[in-house]
């Protein structure tokens, strides 16, 4: 029968609460950034209302908006650089974070916006051609993911103190 010593447990509980800890920080960047994207695509659909601009160009703006907001913050709060560990994982979070913002959009454009007729028009289609629209979606998730890295990594890099 093994006994557990008194160090090896205080170490595990140590780990234990060191991530709990760096987890918990993070969601508040992940909140910093999704205030971010909400704010820079609010003010680029208000630029959309005059001047055509492409879906995909507003969206990849309001990620690098969203990026620099998060990684300013984590560095004026910390006084460090992201980790490559912490910088995937607020990758992921915040990604997440954006697809579980545009479920609830489109949810409630299909219950208040659309009435029968394009709530049918909409099923046919998809119904018609499932392949593009999976296509497309898996895409875009793919897109956000590539734009939202490569923001936080270039952000991290230029707004790094160590390296000023």
């Known amino acids: 029968m093994a006994r557990i010593t008194?160090?090896?447990?205080?170490?595990?509980?140590?780990?234990?609460?060191?991530?709990?800890?760096?987890?918990?920080?993070?969601?508040?960047?992940?909140?910093?950034?999704?205030l971010g994207f909400i704010i820079a695509s609010i003010?680029?659909?208000?630029?959309?209302?005059?001047?055509?601009?492409?879906?995909?160009?507003?969206?990849?703006?309001?990620?690098?908006?969203?990026?620099?907001?998060a990684v300013?913050?984590?560095?004026?709060?910390?006084?460090r650089a992201l980790t490559k560990k912490e910088t995937n994982r607020l990758t992921m979070g915040s990604t997440a974070v954006l697809w579980l913002l545009t479920a609830v959009y489109f949810l409630g454009l299909w219950l208040f916006l659309f009435d029968t007729a394009n709530r049918a028009v909409m099923i046919e289609m998809t119904r018609q051609q499932p392949l593009p629209l999976l296509f497309a979606l898996a895409m875009m998730i793919i897109f956000t993911l590539l734009i939202n890295r490569f923001s936080l990594g270039v952000f991290n890099r230029l707004l790094d103190p160590r390296r000023k």
């Open 6 to 34: 008194p160090n090896s447990s205080k170490a595990n509980q140590q780990a234990t609460l060191t991530t709990t800890k760096s987890t918990a920080k993070l969601t508040l960047y992940i909140g910093f950034f999704t």
């Open 43 to 69: 003010i680029f659909m208000l630029i959309q209302s005059n001047v055509a601009l492409n879906a995909q160009l507003v969206t990849g703006l309001s990620i690098v908006v969203g990026a620099y907001i």
């Open 72 to 79: 300013y913050k984590f560095i004026n709060h910390q006084q």
